[in-house]
């Protein structure tokens, strides 16, 4: 086997690049290159040299490491005339084995790709978990990837071949990230429980709040909690799944963490998930150890957090908190259902009494802390597994109309015109502007509606929606002060009028100094370069901020990050590193 010491002892770029021949394909450059950034403190390390040595070559340069690589199921393939690597993880997919139609369609697809391209297409065939794709999902990816522009499939096809790089390098050094694979394991486990299936069968992973899916979870998750060895085990007063891993000093305040298991429809498999099953992990690895801290560990899978069934979001964290609102039992879903008769219905209390009790005193916890995918591409584009989350984003978000006058689009001149949806197109453009001038500020208009509207109709109304957001509060106020001062200048400039209501704010949640500190040394500790960012996305950990100090970790998703979609995926070498940094900050605490 491989080791660290050899590949930053080798005395020339030419023995580096031996002692990695065949990690990238027919391409020795990479490693040459990446031989003067050692010494490599871990292997997570040496993998991202390797990969920011691409990212930083010449177009040319990655173009050809592209096309170094051989297509799926290709001539090369069959005439064996591609590497010993390449022919084993194609073989590993089943390619070597396909039926005639599938042989067809994979010929096709090669020649439309590249047709298109100018490049083959390239897919890591062993997948996120290391263990092979099937014949099925890699025909899916290739269709679905044919769509995409060239510049976004060059970029695409140079991270899945670091994803290839990253597993022989795995094979060359005997690394199996265990740990990573068991959560990996459990989010597909999970997965399984479903409002939604398709005609096939199949779930649709959509578990909304106390659905019987969403009890099948909940479930789940308490088994899984007592086999790692919590000590006690419980579902509260409003579903949340509890689990407390008791530390030396039974005084001594606790480290509250979790995230949440409820999902939006058609969701993908990590989006709250990934947070309750790495803490799982590390406390099995304590209990297995036959370890205590000093401080316990409660982790807490939260019911809801997506705000799917009812018209409110953070019922879980929300008890934790002590801001419950009573209203919300009041609620009922789309087929009717008060919240308080599906409480009752899940064997919950449905009282306030109870849920009130639900709250955590402060003084009894160190902080919160919460790991979550990132939800975005920042992670991914930079080639990087892990970053420390700096503030979760105060937003606020609007719904507004604009009134003009309906007319005909044929008589009516454009200089005597009042069209609503040029105005509202407008503000877009005044939000997208707005937005990309300042840093860690969005902006989105997410809804445009023309009601009633017609092809030979100048729009007279134009419905629209605003979701404004930003790292602090004041950036946040200050965006929604210039976007609502240029919706009134648009309307008097165009002879319009509008209406504009506030749905929702929400307060920025900067990460607590010390516990972004933390996960700082813990990125470290594993020999990765420091990468902070803000999170656009709310988070359980919002509402904890509210009484408790709190930060985040983001993990890199794949597929560009693309998040509440089935695409959704992180990979077992991704999570391994996620489980590591969990683990480095609670030795952290002693």
Known sequence: ????????????????????????????????????????????????????????????????????????????MISRRVTAESSDEQGRAGLTDCSPEEFDTLQRLNAAYNGKFGFPFILAVRGPRSTGLNRREIIETFTRRLDNTPAFERAECLRQIHRIAEIRLNDKFGAVPLQGRQAW?????????????????????????????????????????????????????VGNVVGVYHGRDDVAPRLLTGSHYDTVRNAGRYDGRLGILVPMIAVRELHQAGRRLKHGIELVAFAEE?????????????????SFNPAWLDQVDADGI???????????????????????????YLGFVEVHIEQGPVLNELDLPLGVVTSINGSRRFVGEVIGTASHAGTTPMDRRHDAALAVAELALVVER??????????????????????????????FSLDLRASTDAARDALTDE?????????????????????MRASAAPSAPVWQARWEAAVQSLGLPLHRLPSGAGHDAMK?????????????????GISHNPLESITDDDAQLAVDAFRHLLEQLG
């Open 544 to 560: 904890l901020h509210d009484v408790l100090p709190q930060a985040m970790l983001f993990v890199r998703g794949g597929n560009s």
């Open 1 to 76: 086997m491989l080791s660290l010491e050899q590949l930053n002892t080798t005395a020339t770029a030419g023995e580096f690049a031996a002692l990695l021949d065949g990690v990238y394909e027919h391409s020795p450059w990479i490693a040459e290159a990446a031989w003067a950034r050692r010494p490599f403190p871990s292997l997570a390390a040496l993998k991202l040299a390797l990969a920011t040595v691409v990212r930083e070559a010449p177009v040319e340069a990655q173009l050809g490491l592209i096309r170094a690589h051989p297509e799926l199921a290709g001539k090369a």
């Open 434 to 463: 707005a937005a990309k001038r300042e840093p860690d500020r969005v902006g989105t208009v997410g809804m445009l509606t023309v009601p009633n509207g017609s092809i030979n109709v100048v729009p007279g109304r134009c419905q």
């Open 185 to 237: 394991d459990c989010a597909e486990l999970l997965a399984r429980h479903s409002d939604v299936q398709d005609d096939s069968g199949d779930a649709v992973l959509t578990v909304t709040y106390l659905t019987e899916a969403h009890q099948a979870c909940q479930a789940q998750l308490l088994r899984w909690m007592q086999d790692c060895g919590f000590d006690d085990t419980r579902i509260d007063a």
């Open 338 to 364: 008060g919240m308080r008769e599906a409480m009752r219905a899940a064997k919950l209390p449905a009282t306030m009494e109870a849920i009130a009790a639900e709250r955590r005193d402060p003084a009894g």
């Open 483 to 503: 976007v609502t001062g240029a919706l009134q200048r648009i309307a008097d400039a165009r002879g319009l009028r509008y209406r504009l209501n506030e749905t």
């Open 306 to 322: 997506e705000g799917q069934r009812y018209a409110a979001t953070f019922l879980g964290s929300s008890a934790l908190a002590g």
